[in-house]
Each structure stands twice: as structure tokens, then as C-alpha cells.
């Protein structure tokens, strides 16, 4: 297969351009929740640590699965057994990761005093429920891009990444806020 800068920009112009319009909205999830992260501002210092996290155990297992459809080693099935280990693999990776910056994040966030008396536990637990969910959802898809990029004749390549992005940026901020209200901090 013969790569050109031509046919990349051409097959990644319409996806960069969805993409932008889904971040606006992202941004405006934010902006309407404003109040909460003023008084909370330890989600406000979690959310680019949510986000990048799913956006990179996605963007790594799509690197893996476009690597492996490439070269025949991932078929472009969602029984595939080597698909399903990655993405187990990415979602356990996900959640230990989670847990880790958690705490480090509290424990920076009370050094600092911005915790405002919210404890560790709950802490924790909204932090990993959010990433948790964020690495299933970047994770689904990272390989829904990757399969269906492949079966369109579309290079892979040029497609999960900025897929995996805006997905991981909208619902992290999102999940944050659901699991926020359903445990009830804000209120």
C-alpha cells in the first residue's frame, strides 16, 4: 500500500471535522458544571488526567490493532481471541493506572488544600469508576475504528486516533459528572 500525504488528509479531513464539533460540545458540558469544579477543584485537576489516560491506553491498543490487522495477525472480528486480549489488557492496565493517580492526586490535592473535606474514599471511587468507564468506552471505540476504517479500505492509521480522542475527551468529562451527582458530592 502507497501512502500520500494527499489521500491522508483527504481521509482524515471529514473525522477531524466531526471531531472539532464534538469537542465544542465537550467544552460546553464543562462550562455548564462550572460551579461544581469551583468548588470541588480537585475534579477540575483530575479531568486532563482522566482524559489523557483513556485517550492513550486507547490510542495504544489501537496502535496494536491496526499494527495486527496490517499484518494479519488481528482479523477484523470482533470474536478475534488476540482483539479480546488486548482490550482485557488495556481495561486492567486502565484500572490499575486509575487507582494509582487517584491517590497521588488526592494526596497532591490535600497537600495543596483542595479537597475541600471530600474523603480519600470517595475520592477514589469517583475517579476510578469515571476512568473505568472512560477505558471500556475509548477501548470499544478504538476497535470499532479500527475494524471498520479496515473493512472500508480506509487506512486504520488515520482514523483511531482522533476517534479515540474525541471519544475520550466528551465522556471523560461527561462519566466525571454522572458518577459526581450519582454519589451525590456536588448536592
Do not use: W
Amino acid at each position: 500500500m502507497i501512502y500520500s500525504y494527499k489521500k491522508i488528509i483527504k481521509n482524515s479531513i471529514p473525522i477531524l471535522f466531526v471531531a472539532v464539533l464534538i469537542e465544542i460540545f465537550a467544552g460546553s458540558i464543562l462550562q455548564g458544571n462550572q460551579n461544581l469544579l469551583i468548588i470541588f477543584p480537585i475534579f477540575l485537576l483530575s479531568i486532563p488526567v482522566i482524559n489523557s489516560v483513556g485517550g492513550n491506553i486507547g490510542s495504544v491498543l489501537g496502535a496494536r490493532l491496526t499494527s495486527g490487522l496490517h499484518v494479519g495477525y488481528v482479523s477484523a472480528n470482533l470474536k478475534d481471541r488476540k482483539m479480546q486480549e488486548n482490550l482485557l489488557t488495556a481495561v486492567i492496565i486502565g484500572f490499575f493506572t486509575y487507582t494509582i493517580l487517584a491517590i497521588i492526586i488526592y494526596y497532591g490535592a490535600s497537600f495543596a488544600n483542595l479537597t475541600n473535606n471530600m474523603t480519600i474514599f470517595t475520592f477514589i471511587t469517583i475517579f476510578v469508576a469515571t476512568g473505568f468507564l472512560l477505558i471500556c468506552a475509548v477501548s470499544l471505540s478504538s476497535v470499532l475504528a479500527a475494524f471498520i476504517s479496515f473493512k472500508r479500505g480506509l487506512d486504520p492509521d488515520d482514523m483511531v486516533a482522533p476517534v479515540v480522542t474525541t471519544v475520550g475527551d466528551v465522556l471523560g468529562i461527561l462519566f466525571l459528572i454522572i458518577i459526581i451527582n450519582l454519589i451525590g458530592v456536588g448536592i
